[in-house]
């Protein structure tokens, strides 16, 4: 009984400290449906919920050009049906940012970026882990960044400091993608003490029977 206990505890901890794994694809959401969205909007991509804003204009999910894929940009001025115009200011640039924020709290893995042209961006641009309260440089080479399992809990930002870039892909280089925790703290562990007072009634009618 006491095995059953444990590994019944550890099931629950377990459950409740666990992350949901997501790569955010950015240009696979562009693929076929390049378009602008609103502030605030919220998307689901990889089973797990987005709430993208920008500033400089609107976030912006750009499709392939030359056969090369987008990703994740922003827009100036939108059309009446989100496109972006003129069609070439759809990428991160000078004074302009865009915000993803989560339900959660979680971690960054790793990203890859294209530039201007959709090819690998090799350059610089500045990310925020706490929405946009402080800047970090990056340093990205042949498209790729690795965050080290960066902390954010206020969701992430990415700007331009003089190089244009797309966000393609966040969780790229070794496939371990965004890692969010959804089950807040507290909440699990009411939850893991609910289970393991539940097993201890179950045991001492148990020993009852067995009187």
Not at 27 to 47: C, F, K, Q, W
Not at 160 to 180: H, K
Not at 205 to 211: C, G, I, S, T
Request: hydrophobic share 45%; aromatic share 10%; with cysteine.
């Amino acid at each position: 009984m006491r095995n059953l206990l444990t590994l019944a505890a550890s099931t629950l901890l377990a459950s409740a400290i666990a992350a949901s794994a997501a790569t955010l694809d950015f240009a696979a959401e562009a693929a076929g449906n390049e378009r602008g969205v609103a502030d605030g909007t919220t998307l689901s991509i990889s089973g797990l919920d987005v709430t993208f804003t920008a500033t400089g204009g609107s976030a912006y999910f750009d499709d392939v050009s030359g056969g090369r894929d987008g990703g994740l940009g922003v827009c100036t001025t939108l059309t009446a049906s989100a496109q972006c115009n003129p069609s070439s200011d759809d990428n991160i640039s000078a004074n302009e940012a865009v915000f993803l924020t989560f339900a959660n709290s979680g971690f960054i893995d790793s990203g890859l970026f294209r530039d201007a042209d959709h090819y690998l961006f090799n350059g610089f641009f500045e990310y925020s882990l706490n929405g946009g309260a402080d800047w970090l440089t990056a340093a990205v080479v042949n498209g790729l960044f690795n965050f080290n399992s960066a902390f954010t809990e206020a969701g992430l930002g990415f700007r331009s400091i003089g190089y244009q870039f797309y966000v393609t892909e966040l969780g790229s280089s070794n496939g371990a993608g965004i890692d969010i925790d959804p089950v807040p703290l507290p909440a699990g562990v009411v939850l893991l003490g609910t289970g393991i007072a539940a097993f201890g009634v179950w045991s001492r009618k148990n020993k009852r029977k067995a009187a």
